[in-house]
């Protein structure tokens, strides 16, 4: 078996939705939901928080299971830090592989989790990601079709299936991350895209998306789901 540990990351300073991890949400919080199912997810070796601000080191106290991951100032900093900064304390895992879980995605659930591992210790690629499939139509900055380029083709029912990144989860080799400061090369499978159900993939990186996001989160916390996850 290989060793994986999961590491929630969180930070104040979101450049798009300002302190969205700590936001009231639908009663409490995306980074307290995501914790919450971490805390349940006894399949990691270890599960951590990496943060540096003491504002969310607290959040993390009533949950027995996650560990504090100390992070630098410098990984927090507001906007795009180098990989090699922001994850620096990757390395401080005592584990082969890292399972990075997003806070921001409050409608993924503990067995989509628990699969992915089950998955990732069943196979051998180099790196994982969370995807689904999908027939969008993409053009690149040259306005040239690299997805569907059937002129016969109006639809996105049929045709190629490409992989979207879901950005719910990575997998990544800590060696490889030692050695290399980023992740993977994005050759072939890798990552390798690991397919979870598209209803569990609403990730709140705009204003727009924390309102329907929490939206949703109420309405099924209001038909009984006391996790606001599709059961």
Known sequence: MKTISAVINARLESSRVPGKLVRPFGGTTLL?????????????????????????????????????????????????????????????????????????????????????????????????????????WIFDDEGRALTNSDPRNVTTNVGKVFYKAAHAFHIVNKSFFEKHGYFWNFNPHDPHVII?????????????????AEFCYLRRHQCGDADGEIV
């Not at 990757?90 to 089950?118: G, H, M, Q, W």
């Not at 979870?196 to 329907?212: G, K, L, Q, Y």
């Open 32 to 136: 307290e939901i995501a914790l919450g199912k971490l805390n349940r997810a006894d399949f990691f070796e270890r599960r951590y928080l990496g943060v540096a601000e003491h504002e969310l080191k607290r959040l993390a106290v009533p949950f027995e299971n996650i560990e504090i991951l100390n992070r630098d100032v410098a990984a927090v900093r507001k906007g795009v830090n180098p990989p090699e900064v922001t994850f620096a304390h990757y390395l401080k895992v005592p584990s082969e592989y890292i399972f990075v879980f997003n806070p921001c995605l409050p409608f993924i659930t503990v067995d989509t989790l628990e699969r992915a591992v089950e998955y990732f210790q069943a196979t051998s690629f180099p790196s994982y990601t969370s995807g689904v499939p999908t027939r969008d």
């Open 196 to 212: 979870i159900p598209e209803e569990e993939t609403i990730d709140v990186d705009s204003e727009i998306e924390f309102a329907f």
